[in-house]
């Protein structure tokens, strides 16, 4: 089984409704991170958390919401989506050693219309 | 803030060598790091160096670092078809643990 897993994979979803990604870890990461990747713009990050009570803005958080459930589960919200967060959206975990490796889940396409 | 820059595409024949480049502007960075993207899949890390190091060598994959510059770079020797896929620079500085990635090199490896 995959260590990081996301769901869904692909969702297609209209202007103003909400929706929640999921993310899940089995490697006892403290660290969980979300990334949203867009064409010629690299992965830029959203939100991350150092453990279940800390949570901390990235670059491009407006628009966007998190909650950290468990230290295994990091879930984002987007409360009233909108077409520029068309994206890939990927989760990814660290156990900030030395390094700092990061270890990411498979995505999920998001297609707002 | 951190700014990262590579550039978008790069391709090689079967058999040559690639070699993709990294500038970046943060002069505290601690890591850099070399990711790789494969269609429908994650990041995945490739190979990592300390800020201290200038080259390390990992079977066919050899980074070279120069501080002064600010510039990285990934050398793939003989290189496959099974290598095609998006490479990412990312930097992390001090202890936080963020990354800050490169816009990402798209490798394309003709026969």
């Known amino acids: 089984d995959a260590d990081v897993t996301q769901t869904p994979r692909n969702r297609i979803t209209k202007t103003g409704k909400r929706i929640m990604l999921e993310c899940s870890q089995t490697k006892g990461h403290d660290r969980m991170y979300w990334y949203r990747q867009d064409p010629g713009l690299g992965l830029r990050l959203i939100y991350y958390s150092f453990d279940v009570k800390d949570i901390n803005k990235g670059e491009i958080s407006d628009g966007y919401s998190v909650s950290r459930q468990a230290q295994a589960k990091f879930s984002l919200s987007l409360e009233s989506a909108i077409p520029n967060q068309t994206a890939l959206y990927f989760c990814a975990t660290s156990d900030g050693g030395a390094g700092y490796e990061q270890y990411f889940g498979p995505g999920t396409r998001l297609t707002v219309t | 803030g951190e700014d990262v820059e590579q550039s978008l595409f790069l391709s090689v024949r079967e058999g040559d060598s690639s070699v993709i480049n990294c500038t970046y502007t943060?002069?505290?960075?601690?890591?850099l790091y070399w990711y790789k993207q494969e269609p429908g899949a994650g990041l995945q890390l490739l190979t990592y160096?300390?800020?201290?190091?200038d080259m390390k060598q990992d079977q066919r994959l050899t980074v070279l670092l120069n501080k002064k510059d600010k510039h990285l770079s990934l050398r793939i020797a003989d290189t496959q078809t099974g290598d095609s896929a998006i490479y990412f620079c990312?930097?992390?500085?001090?202890?936080?643990?963020?990354?800050?990635f490169g816009t990402g090199t798209r490798l394309q490896v003709t026969l």
């Open positions: 990312a930097e992390s500085t001090g202890t936080a643990s963020k990354l800050t």
């Open positions: 943060d002069s505290s960075s601690t890591y």
């Open positions: 160096i300390f800020s201290n190091m």
